[in-house]
């Protein structure tokens, strides 16, 4: 069965600080991860990534993809209270659709 | 464009009603798919569609159907609703075929079933 594992569920950290997001995936075929963002409403995305070892940046979030080792992490530095959200992180894993199975999230809480 | 836009935002039910989630996408989207976030469950994915006329089941169906129309609209049916369906529903659109997978969510329904 496929799967997507989040580690850890929770986060809290001060204004400042830099967090990595795990993401480890196990899936019969791998098209490609995502990352979203999701406040108090709906899912909004990041960043998607399908190949090994290419970084992906955004201001102060980035993320990195390993094919070998089955994972991606999410990197946000000096972290904003604005930072606060579920980061959820997604596999896309059929070639004909855009069919995607997500984690249980990362729940980040920055304080000021 | 109005991208994915969701009705109603928040719906009550009893035990046994039905009722329809209206989702409708303005981006000439060819996927769409339904969720439902629980939480500590993150999303999962109860129907999706690559197409007008075609639908498949996704993680959890059990109690729900869908139909595809039109390319603008997928709505999903509860035909008899049960407290566990109480949850957040999102719909999202995407281009499909796998060119980009970035989808796009509507807002979502918080529906509770007493």
């Known amino acids: 069965e496929d799967k997507v594992v989040q580690s850890p569920l929770s986060l809290v950290v001060h204004e400042g600080d830099t967090v990595t997001l795990n993401c480890s995936y196990e899936?019969?075929?791998?098209?490609?991860l995502l990352w979203y963002k999701q406040e108090k409403k709906a899912p909004t995305f990041l960043f998607m990534l399908?190949?090994?070892?290419i970084e992906k940046k955004s201001g102060r979030l980035s993320s990195i993809l390993d094919k070998k080792e089955l994972f991606s992490i999410l990197n946000i530095t000096a972290t904003q209270t604005g930072d606060s959200a579920v980061y959820l992180c997604?596999?896309?894993?059929?070639?004909?659709?855009?069919?995607?199975?997500f984690g249980t999230g990362t729940r980040l809480q920055v304080f000021p | 464009n109005a991208g994915v836009t969701q009705t109603p935002k928040f719906q009550v039910l009893k035990t046994g009603q039905s009722m329809t989630l209206q989702c409708a996408q303005d981006m000439n989207h060819e996927y769409m798919s339904w969720y439902r976030q629980d939480p500590g469950m993150g999303l999962r994915l109860i129907h999706y569609s690559v197409g007008a006329g075609i639908t498949d089941q996704g993680e959890v169906p059990n109690g729900y159907n869908v139909s595809r129309s039109t390319t603008e609209d997928f709505p999903l049916r509860l035909l008899s609703a049960a407290p566990s369906q109480t949850s957040v529903y999102f719909c999202a659109s995407s281009e499909g075929q796998g060119y980009r997978n970035e989808q796009f969510f509507g807002p979502g329904t918080r529906l509770t079933v007493l």
């Open positions: 997604a596999v896309n894993t059929a070639y004909n659709t855009d069919k995607l199975i």
């Open positions: 399908t190949s090994s070892g």
């Open positions: 899936v019969t075929n791998f098209r490609s």
